[in-house]
């Protein structure tokens, strides 16, 4: 049986307390970001999940939960890719919901993802987009 975006949201909360180390945390919002996507992808014709979730967000009037799913997705794309494009775009971003280390001694540091709840906050920002996804 294919586990629900429920179930894993779900099994998202309940790890989030349990995870401690910076990889651990790394590895899991990799996971999680990606499983959300495959099973959501429906909601969209084709093309970048992320972005066309932001763009549907925004012109429903959703601006808030766009501006998080945009953070974080950003912060995913980073923590998997390291510098480039989309850690230029983060750093130019005021006031995000988590730290960027700016220069990081190593690309796997670029993204503080153990301070200010990073990996909860990535469940509930995907916990809400899921939600209004449903209720369209």
Same mark, same amino acid.
Request: net charge positive.
């Given at each position: *049986?294919?586990?629900?975006? @429920?179930?894993?949201?779900?099994? +998202? =909360? ?23 996507? +495959?099973? *959501?992808?429906? =909601? ?13 967000? *925004? @012109? ?10 945009? =953070?974080?997705?950003? +912060?995913?794309?980073?923590?998997? =890719? ?16 988590? @730290? ?8 796997? @540091? ?9 990996? +909860? ?16």
């Amino acid at each position: *049986m294919n586990a629900t975006v @429920t179930d894993l949201l779900d099994a +998202a =909360h309940k790890s989030a307390a349990t995870l401690t180390k910076p990889a651990q945390i790394e590895a899991a919002s990799v996971e999680l970001s990606a499983a959300f996507e +495959a099973r *959501m992808q429906h =909601h969209f014709k084709r093309g970048p999940f992320y972005k066309k979730l932001h763009k549907l967000l *925004m @012109t429903s009037g959703n601006a808030d939960l766009a501006k998080q799913v945009h =953070h974080y997705s950003v +912060a995913v794309s980073v923590i998997k =890719h390291g510098p480039g494009a989309s850690y230029r775009e983060l750093k130019s971003i005021p006031d995000l919901p988590f @730290t960027i280390r700016t220069p990081a001694a190593e690309p796997h @540091t670029l993204v503080d993802v153990t301070t200010g709840g990073f990996f +909860a906050r990535l469940v509930e920002t995907l916990e809400q987009a899921h939600q209004f996804l449903e209720a369209r």
